[in-house]
């Protein structure tokens, strides 16, 4: 089990950049795959990016695809995600998340079983 503390969030204008930081506590960070959602009022949370145990391998939703770098840190057991061109759209509550094992099992976007509280994003237009 882990536990996960994000950071980094708060208000930025339309075209400017973010960047956010998950802290992982736990004995076996490096046994996980890493990842980011956000959760838009009044809509389902969804996707963003994940990153294998490794780190050789990201996957991104099409919506912030070309825009957004996720990248982690066995090391300091920290996942960021840097985020660029920001728009309107992205403003949500963003959730850092665990899955234990293999990121591409049922999908690399699903099966993750840690999250973290979540850290607020507003792009003002």
């Known amino acids: 089990q882990v536990q996960l503390v994000e950071s980094g969030g708060g208000l930025v204008q339309a075209g400017g950049s973010l960047r956010l930081s998950c802290a992982v506590s736990?004995?076996?960070?490096?046994?996980?795959?890493m990842g980011w959602f956000r959760q838009a009022p009044g809509k389902e949370r969804e996707f963003v990016a994940s990153i294998t145990w490794s780190g050789d391998t990201t996957y991104y939703a099409d919506s912030v695809k070309g825009r957004s770098t996720i990248s982690r840190d066995n090391g300091k057991r920290t996942v960021d995600l840097q985020m660029t061109s920001l728009k309107h759209d992205d403003t949500a509550v963003y959730y850092c998340a665990a899955k234990f094992g293999l990121l591409t099992t049922n999908g690399p976007g699903v099966g993750f079983g840690s999250w973290g509280q979540g850290t607020q994003v507003t792009v003002s237009s």
């Open positions: 736990g004995r076996t960070f490096g046994s996980y795959a």
